[in-house]
């Protein structure tokens, strides 16, 4: 159907004559069930996130201390979450020297002296 054709053609409740249709209430439907998924992955999108310090690319570890296998490499100008925070060995880095260990991930562990925080304490739970 060309744009002419669709722009002459009765809808339901047209003042051209056109008769009420059933699929006009079934387009209705649809659109309301979209709804919820946007807003989850609004919620998603919206989970704080803390810079790594400019010009570094960050071990991530599977425990918090340097003893610990590296998982995966950030790379630059990456944020993180944290979903929670332990205590491990102590490091130094352009955001001071800590023993906070930040949990990104299930089993990945970022130093917290390399990750914006604003605070030299906890801005997260304790992991268990």
């Known amino acids: 159907m060309s744009i002419e054709e669709a722009e002459n053609t009765p809808v339901a409740g047209d003042v051209t004559g056109g008769a009420a249709a059933e699929p006009a209430v079934a387009l209705v439907e649809p659109a309301a069930a979209a709804i919820p998924e946007p807003a989850v ?33 950030l790379a630059y100008g990456a944020s993180v979450p944290i ?33 914006h925080t604003g605070s030299d304490g906890y801005v997260a739970p304790h992991c268990s």
């Open 83 to 115: 979903n929670c925070q332990k205590p491990g060995e102590w490091i130094s880095g352009p955001y001071g020297t800590s023993n906070l260990w930040d949990c990104i991930a299930n089993g990945q562990f970022v130093s917290d002296s390399y990750v």
């Open 41 to 73: 992955e609004t919620m998603a999108a919206t989970a704080t996130r803390y810079p790594v310090a400019p010009g570094y690319r960050v071990n991530v570890r599977s425990g918090p201390g340097t003893n610990y296998q590296i998982v995966r490499v």
